[in-house]
């Protein structure tokens, strides 16, 4: 059975002692339960090497929210992927809506932050989803198409081996508002299908996750939907007692499916 993947995204928080009040008791309680996942926890870069060192022995994996297109050069305030490789981060978010929206991210400049990871060496986890408009409009399916062909296009027919496609409509994002299961489920199916049509890979080579106002109330149902290996959870991860209730949730519901199968 493939493992799922939990990734936790601080987003512009934290601070040296949320490092001490959040990330270590999150450690110490994967390092004491089996969650039947692997936990990346994404962090802003003055974290990532601070926050290495809290969990190099433990089970946690840290993970950065962005990186730039360039190896290195006078790209003033940008952070590479040698950079993260250097301190020993194999993970970066990459596409995020709030990234698209705020900094006019493309599917083009995308494509070419994936293209830069993986040559890298490192493992993408590619955001993807619609807008509260293109939902409107039953577009979801499309966008998602659009951002994974841009990918497609630049990086041919292996471009998704071994790599995290996090499905987030950008209207549940901070909003509180979650679709129905149904609706994920048809939407990831979607995505899962149509990677697998167009690439020449193993359809466990890739995970797909959802996210978008993930919290300890909606987290049961949301395991519940066979399509996805994990959730990405954005402000919840910040709080330590709801975190910890997600990730408790998460390792029974998982260990259901694991012993299962
Ligand atoms: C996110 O940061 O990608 C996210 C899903 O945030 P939230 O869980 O707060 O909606």
């Given at each position: 059975m493939k493992k799922k993947i939990i990734v936790a995204n601080w987003k512009l928080n934290g601070s040296i002692a949320l490092l001490n009040d959040v990330l270590k008791p999150i450690a110490n309680f994967v390092n004491s339960h089996e969650i039947y996942s692997k936990l990346i926890i994404a962090l802003p870069f003055v974290y990532l090497y601070p926050a290495y060192n809290i969990v190099m022995d433990t089970k946690v994996i840290i993970g950065a929210q962005n990186v730039d297109?360039?190896?290195?050069?006078?790209?003033?305030?940008?952070?590479?992927?040698?950079?993260?490789?250097?301190?020993?981060?194999?993970?970066?978010?990459?596409?995020?809506?709030?990234?698209?929206?705020?900094?006019?991210?493309?599917?083009?400049?995308?494509?070419?932050?994936?293209?830069?990871?993986?040559?890298?060496?490192?493992?993408?986890?590619?955001?993807?989803?619609e807008t509260e408009k293109d939902h409107s409009l039953f577009?979801?399916?499309?966008?998602?198409?659009?951002?994974?062909?841009?990918?497609i296009h630049l990086l041919g027919e292996k471009a998704f081996n071994n790599t995290i496609i996090a499905y987030e409509p950008v209207w549940a994002i901070g909003s509180g508002k979650t679709p129905s299961s149904n609706f994920i489920k048809e939407v990831c199916d979607f995505i899962k299908v149509y990677i697998l049509n167009k690439q020449n890979i193993n359809e466990n080579s890739f995970f797909i996750q959802y996210g978008g106002s993930v919290n300890e109330k909606n987290i049961q149902e949301i395991c519940n939907i066979s399509s996805i290996?994990?959730?990405?959870?954005?402000?919840?991860?910040?709080?330590?007692?709801?975190?910890?209730?997600?990730?408790?949730?998460?390792?029974?519901?998982?260990?259901k499916s694991f012993l299962n199968c």
């Open positions: 297109i360039h190896p290195y050069g006078a790209f003033t305030g940008e952070i590479s992927a040698n950079m993260l490789n250097d301190i020993h981060i194999k993970f970066v978010i990459i596409g995020h809506s709030e990234r698209r929206l705020y900094h006019k991210e493309n599917n083009q400049l995308i494509a070419e932050k994936f293209k830069i990871v993986k040559n890298s060496g490192l493992i993408p986890i590619l955001c993807i989803g577009m979801a399916k499309k966008i998602c198409r659009e951002q994974i062909d841009e990918i290996d994990g959730v990405l959870v954005g402000s919840a991860s910040l709080l330590l007692d709801c975190f910890l209730k997600i990730l408790t949730i998460v390792s029974k519901e998982y260990q």
